[in-house]
């Protein structure tokens, strides 16, 4: 079902879809299923990318095939936080999703993606790399700064849902960088219910700090220096989530000031 709706997409829209899997979150959970397993995340990626591109795939017993999809191209992203899931991205996927924009969990998790795919024998260069976070423009004032941070924390109790998870799985002082678990000490659990919505009342555990290094917040400025030293880090693509009271105030001030200026800075650098 998944590979016959992007190939329809594709077929309908030109080859511009992406396909974004991981092992299975808030629509799972709130059927009181669990994330699936790492084998079975792969095995999909293999299932989906084969029948959206066209090809036949060995299927329950029987060679399964797209027909009229022959040319539709889709590439399947994965993401993940931990090391099995950052090592099965670099072996399989054709892009990496993290979400969060602090700098030195970009660089740590880049780096274990690159070094598996080098170990499988792929191209770490032909993994595109992208970073999904909370973008608000705003001025920078104490005041705006603080209802900025406040609009945006349900995004660290999003993200510590899966931090749990990981500490539950490796424990504490594994291979995942404290900078991503520590926070989550003073969590005390997780409404679906309000899953990704700004003002959700089961967040207060999350500090300004983690705010700020997670989401892009403040002026114009602040956002082309924080996405170019994402870039600077490996980053291709970032992806903004709008869950605030400014989503087409942001989305201007991204259109006609923070990609103008990256493409000069880009353009300097060349």
């Keep these: 079902v998944t590979a016959s709706h992007f190939a329809t997409l594709n077929e309908m829209f030109g080859n511009r879809t992406v396909c974004g899997i991981g092992r299975g979150d808030s629509a799972v959970r709130v059927t009181n299923g669990k994330p699936t397993t790492l084998d079975t995340l792969r095995d999909s990626i293999h299932v989906i990318r084969e029948l959206a591109n066209g090809r036949g795939v060995e299927l329950n017993g029987s060679t399964i095939t797209l027909p009229w999809a022959t040319r ?47 170990a499988a024998g792929r191209d770490p260069d032909a993994i595109t790399m992208c970073v999904a976070a909370p973008a608000y423009v705003a001025d920078g004032s104490k ?82 220096r924080r996405l170019s030293e994402l870039r600077d880090l490996g980053v291709d693509q970032f992806a903004i989530y709008l869950q605030h009271d400014a989503k087409d105030a942001t989305l201007a001030a991204y259109g006609e000031h923070v990609i103008p200026a990256l493409r000069d800075v880009a353009l300097a650098k060349s």
């Design 72 to 118: 539709s191209e889709l590439e399947v992203w994965v993401a993940g936080y931990g090391p099995k899931a950052l090592a099965l991205t670099g072996e399989v996927a054709d892009g990496f999703i993290l979400q969060l924009a602090d700098p030195s969990i970009v660089q740590w998790t880049i780096a274990a993606v690159r070094q598996a795919a080098d």
């Design 143 to 224: 005041e705006s700064m603080a209802h900025m941070r406040d609009q945006c924390r349900w995004f660290g109790g999003m993200v510590g849902n899966h931090v749990a998870d990981l500490v539950a799985r490796y424990g504490e002082g594994s291979a995942v960088p404290t900078a991503l678990t520590d926070y989550i000490k003073g969590r005390q659990g997780y409404d679906y219910n309000q899953h990704g919505r700004s003002g959700n009342t089961h967040t207060s555990f999350v500090p300004d700090e983690i705010i700020d290094r997670f989401c892009i917040l403040g002026g114009v400025d602040e956002h082309v």
